[in-house]
């Protein structure tokens, strides 16, 4: 079993820059894809992005795409979303989460969720 905790979350202005953490416990992520799903309030968990298990493919939601980077240490057993130009539409609670799988956007393909960390970003 693999548990997940995310950190790096904040309130930050509108053209601002975040970093989110995702640290494993449990087993070693080195296997397993990653993703990274957000979900603001009243709305459906949305994908943001994704890493293959070493890192070689990345993938990402349009509304993201250019701004966000999604990294790995496989040493560490971190994963991280570099957030950049900051959008108040981007503000929701950030989720990590594992995958079996290559690759994927759906969220009911991934196994391990951590708990979420909050984004707030103001206009």
């Known amino acids: 079993q693999v548990q997940l905790v995310e950190s790096g979350g904040g309130l930050v202005q509108a053209g601002d820059s975040l970093r989110l953490s995702c640290v494993a416990s449990g087993r070693t992520i080195s296997s397993y894809a990653m993703g990274w799903f957000r979900q603001a309030p009243g709305k459906e968990r949305e994908f943001v992005a994704a890493?293959?298990?070493?890192?070689?493919?990345?993938r990402y939601a349009d509304s993201v795409k250019g701004r966000f980077t999604i990294s790995r240490d496989n040493v560490k057993n971190l994963v991280y979303l570099q957030m950049n130009s900051l959008k108040p539409e981007d503000t929701a609670v950030y989720y990590c989460?594992?995958?079996?799988?290559?690759?994927?956007?759906?969220?009911?393909?991934?196994?391990?969720w951590g708990q979420g960390t909050q984004v707030t970003v103001s206009s």
């Open positions: 890493i293959t298990w070493g890192g070689g493919s990345t």
């Open positions: 989460a594992s995958t079996g799988l290559v690759i994927t956007t759906e969220p009911n393909n991934y196994d391990y």
